[in-house]
């Protein structure tokens, strides 16, 4: 596999991992995974910072979307949000795929 390949390997693995994480939480609790959580519980704010350990990726997404269409932010405010949603994912695929490797 080439550098490209595992690169963009490690991004899909990352993102699908933030989608089910952030899906779950959804279905548990009843709203979305959010970057606020001082107004929570103790209990639900360690729940919630796991929770955006994979999470984050989607979670910045959806806020930089919002931002855009919402409150018209200039295009860069979504591309600066994009790169770090990938970089963030990409981080996560990688420790997500090393876990499983060294397991199997």
Known sequence: MSAFGAFFFAIA???IAAGL???FYRLVTNKP???QLMSEPM???VIGILTLVFAG???ILRNALRAQVFENRPPVWMLLSSCIAVMWSFLSGVFLLGVM???G
């Open 13 to 15: 693995t990352g993102f």
């Open 21 to 23: 994480t952030g899906s």
């Open 33 to 35: 995974p959010s970057f």
């Open 43 to 45: 209990y639900l704010q």
């Open 57 to 59: 990726p989607t979670v």
């Open 101 to 103: 490797l060294s397991a």
